[in-house]
């Protein structure tokens, strides 16, 4: 099945214990992509690949860093996470310019 | 990318259809519509996507207007479980860089 999945799904931890939230899809889609979500604020991007070896900031990249090691996994990683980096976190992929998948999320708490 | 308008919310009934209105009357000629939707919490869901002709697939139908300033998504039988959030986006096409840009959405209540 297609899909592109996130681990873990649920996750609390404290001020500046470094996480890593994986991201892995199936479908050999170039672009890959995060987003976090937030009450009044909507989806927003923070970083996204075009392909391997090529990342990018998106419009909220403060506090979060990637990598592009192979072409299936995006891992998104909080260096020092702080409790404004409390929310819901999104990965996706597309090939082409056209249909974008989601992963079914992740839920972040910092405490 | 082009910005959309949508109604805060709207109610349907089981069984019937739901029409979903979108205004994105400064759409390029070159940006397609999408529909994405999202149920509680869970990630968004492609529904569908046009350019200017109508599109209908298994889950809904878009109809675009031909000056392509509005559009709206039919689900024709809605049920309890499509109740969400349901986004209309306008996007660049074949563009690797050009992200989904989520307003905030119509939320859909479908009430037996």
Not at chain 1, 48 to 57: A, G, H, P, R
Not at chain 2, 71 to 80: K, M, Q, R, V
Request: aromatic share 10%.
């Amino acid at each position: 099945e297609a899909q592109v999945t996130q681990n873990p799904r649920y996750l609390i931890t404290v001020t500046g214990k470094k996480l890593t939230v994986t991201c892995s899809q199936n479908m050999n889609h170039e672009y890959m992509s995060w987003y976090r979500q937030d009450p009044g604020l909507g989806l927003r991007q923070i970083y996204y690949s075009m392909n391997v070896e090529v990342t990018d900031k998106g419009d909220v990249p403060e506090g979060y860093k990637v990598s592009r090691k192979e072409k299936r996994n995006f891992p998104l990683i909080l260096e020092s996470p702080s409790p404004n980096q409390t929310s819901l976190y999104f990965c996706a992929s597309r090939t082409g310019g056209r249909v974008e998948y989601f992963g079914p999320g992740t839920r972040l708490t910092v405490t | 990318d082009a910005k959309t308008t949508q109604p805060t919310s709207m109610d349907c009934a089981e069984g019937r259809a739901a029409n979903l209105p979108c205004n994105h009357s400064t759409i390029s000629g070159n940006e397609y519509v999408y529909w994405y939707r999202q149920i509680h919490s869970q990630g968004p869901q492609y529904i569908i996507h046009g350019l200017k002709n109508n599109e209908t697939n298994e889950m809904a139908s878009l109809i675009i207007t031909e000056d392509r300033k509005s559009s709206t998504l039919i689900l024709p039988h809605a049920t309890l479980r499509d109740t969400a959030v349901y986004y209309c986006i306008v996007r660049v096409a074949g563009e690797y860089g050009n992200k989904l840009v989520f307003g905030a959405g119509t939320i859909l209540r479908v009430k037996s």
